[in-house]
């Protein structure tokens, strides 16, 4: 655990020195929480049953974005920076095994972004109550708690378990990018069939999902662990 936790502060420090990824933790959590106060707030004044559970809904679906965009950044850089930075070379002379150098770099993109995500929740909630004066009545309920606090950090295992399986076998900084963002599709679809319900977000499908995405996860993390090697990255990317 000792070596986990050497390798995840490293990475948070390259990743504050990185302009990019430090601006997009910062504005992505407060354009979402705006967006999703916006949906909230003209829900409240909608009379139409349908179109108001279809604004709630989607403005549930902007917390399960943010810990699927969160990490790809976080992750693809983790690689990308290492061989930028010609510091992968050090890695290799240290005793940590490959497994805890993935599970070191897996898990400093995965804590931020939950974080980041039950922060950014508790600031909707407050600014809610500010706003309203209450937190609507379809907002604080179990579906979206068990989204908040259980599908979430799935969300994240997921896209950085395919953004460090990508990674490692890229061999451009440009397509590893590109093909990483496919580990936040898993986001974008529950928020298109949530917010095509009549009904609101009930815990029978945030079940379903949380059990399509643990196997999901175990299956990419399975594969991405298996290709995960810092000789091979280090060769591929020379």
Not at 19 to 42: C, D, N, T, W
Not at 55 to 62: D, I, P
Not at 208 to 224: D, H, M, P, T
Request: glycine letters at 6%; a positive charge; charged letters at 10%.
């Amino acid at each position: 655990m000792q070596r986990i936790k050497v390798i995840v502060f490293k990475e948070w420090r390259e990743s504050l020195r990185n302009k990019m990824i430090l601006l997009g933790a910062i504005f992505l959590p407060l354009v979402m929480v705006g967006a999703s106060l916006v949906m909230v707030y003209q829900g409240r004044a909608i009379e139409v049953p349908g179109a108001q559970v279809a604004l709630f809904n989607t403005a549930l679906m902007y917390f399960l974005i943010m810990p699927a965009i969160i990490p790809v950044a976080i992750a693809a850089y983790s690689i990308i920076g290492e061989k930028e930075q010609a510091s992968m070379e050090p890695l290799l002379a240290t005793p940590i095994s490959d497994s805890e150098l993935f599970l070191g770099k897996a898990l400093a993109s995965v804590i931020p972004a939950i974080g980041l995500t039950w922060a950014s929740f508790g600031l909707f909630l407050g600014v809610c109550i500010l706003l309203v004066g209450e937190i609507p009545p379809h907002v604080l309920n179990p579906p979206w708690i068990a989204v908040i606090f259980g599908i979430s950090p799935l969300l994240s295992l997921f896209s950085v378990g395919v953004t460090l399986l990508v990674s490692s076998r890229a061999t451009d900084a440009r397509a590893a990018y590109q093909f990483s963002t496919f580990g936040i599709l898993p986001a974008l679809i529950p928020l298109i069939v949530y917010t095509s319900k009549k009904t609101l977000v009930n815990l029978w499908l945030v079940g379903v999902e949380g059990v399509l995405l643990i196997v999901a996860s175990v299956i990419v993390l399975y594969f991405a662990i298996k290709v995960f090697s810092r000789e091979q990255i280090l060769t591929r990317w020379k």
